[in-house]
């Protein structure tokens, strides 16, 4: 980007403005989600915002309740070793 200096008024080529993009890989954001199973504790855990998950999801075209869906069939089907809270073990 080129600005203008405020002291001479010649154009100064300045790079860098502005805040960095966190860079999260979605792969971290995925299993973020599957060990906390809410978005806010995600978040925190990761130092983003909950929208960036949002984000992150939409741009990669799953839904939260898609992600959250696919880890319950997981204890369902017995692939994970524990069940998730909530769900009843029979015999």
């Given at each position: 980007m080129?600005?203008?200096?405020?002291?001479?008024?010649?154009?100064?080529p300045v790079?860098?403005?502005?805040?960095?993009?966190?860079n999260i890989p979605l792969k971290n954001v995925l299993e973020s989600l599957q060990?906390?199973?809410d978005v806010t504790a995600?978040?925190?855990?990761?130092?983003?915002?909950?929208?960036?998950?949002?984000s992150a999801l939409k741009k990669n075209g799953l839904k939260l309740n898609e992600?959250?869906?696919?880890i319950?069939?997981?204890f369902?089907?017995?692939i994970a070793a524990t069940p998730?809270?909530?769900?009843?073990?029979?015999?």
């Open positions: 080129i600005i203008q200096c405020p002291y001479c008024g010649q154009p100064v790079n860098g403005l502005g805040r960095k993009p966190l060990t906390h199973r995600a978040a925190r855990e990761l130092g983003c915002s909950p929208s960036y998950i949002f992600v959250i869906k696919d319950k069939c997981l369902c089907t017995g998730a809270k909530g769900i009843l073990q029979s015999g």
